[in-house]
């Protein structure tokens, strides 16, 4: 069954370093979304990406964070200076254009540690 | 705009209970409802989904939920509670191209 990826599975970083994130979605997915769940906190949506631009993103997407789809298959969250509070799980998501039933695909999450 | 409300953030049974999590939403069209399970240290994995007919949704491990539109409500239920199935729990909501999260409910079985 097609599934989202997402890697690294783990990154640990120094404060200050920048972080790329990747996620290969479904590939007939056309909507991206990134979320983000700091250690047990809920799920916190930060942007979603469509037709090669965001669509939506949240108070937390700020511009720090950017969002990229370099090729056919990638789409990355870069983090251009990370603080200690972007530790946290981050989740891609995708889904398909039509036939939409409401449903997110979630990869496993890459859990970033900032020291 | 879509809300999520899941009430207690930590729930306690014992081994064999009922259990009941509830979830409360708000939407300004109709939803879509979803509860994810998450076990420590994974990811999210989608228990039971609410998109449209049958109001009683069941899922995996034993799990059901009930759309009630006019309670705006979806909450979970699991006749007898295994200890496999503590772990978060979250509701969520999808309308209008919006997918939100509740804050979760932390599921503790006791032997």
């Known amino acids: 069954e097609p599934e989202v990826t997402q890697t690294p599975s783990h990154q640990v970083t120094q404060m200050g370093q920048e972080v790329i994130l990747r996620c290969v979605p479904i590939?007939?997915?056309?909507?991206f979304y990134w979320y983000r769940q700091i250690l047990g906190q809920k799920v916190e949506f930060l942007v979603s990406?469509?037709?090669?631009?965001?669509?939506?993103k949240s108070e937390i997407f700020d511009d720090q964070f950017s969002v990229e789809r370099p090729d056919g298959s990638n789409f990355t969250l870069k983090i251009r200076s990370t603080k200690l509070e972007d530790s946290a799980m981050y989740f891609c998501?995708?889904?398909?254009?039509?036939?939409?039933?409401?449903?997110?695909?979630f990869g496993e999450g890459s859990r970033l540690t900032v020291l | 705009a879509q809300s999520v409300t899941q009430l207690g953030s930590h729930v306690s049974v014992s081994e064999g209970a009922l259990v009941l999590l509830r979830c409360n939403y708000s939407?300004?069209?109709?939803?879509?409802l979803f509860w994810y399970v998450q076990y420590p240290n994974q990811g999210l994995q989608l228990l039971l989904k609410?998109?449209?007919?049958?109001?009683l949704v069941k899922g995996i491990n034993g799990f059901e939920a009930e759309f009630k539109k006019s309670e705006t409500s979806f909450h979970l239920t699991k006749p007898s509670a295994h200890m496999s199935d503590a772990a978060e729990y979250f509701c969520?909501?999808?309308?209008?191209?919006?997918?939100?999260f509740g804050t979760g409910t932390s599921l503790t079985v006791i032997p």
């Open positions: 969520a909501v999808s309308a209008d191209n919006q997918f939100y």
């Open positions: 609410y998109t449209t007919g049958a109001t």
């Open positions: 590939s007939n997915h056309l909507y």
């Open positions: 990406f469509y037709n090669n631009e965001i669509s939506e």
């Open positions: 939407s300004s069209v109709p939803p879509y």
């Open positions: 998501a995708s889904r398909p254009e039509r036939g939409y039933t409401g449903e997110l695909f």
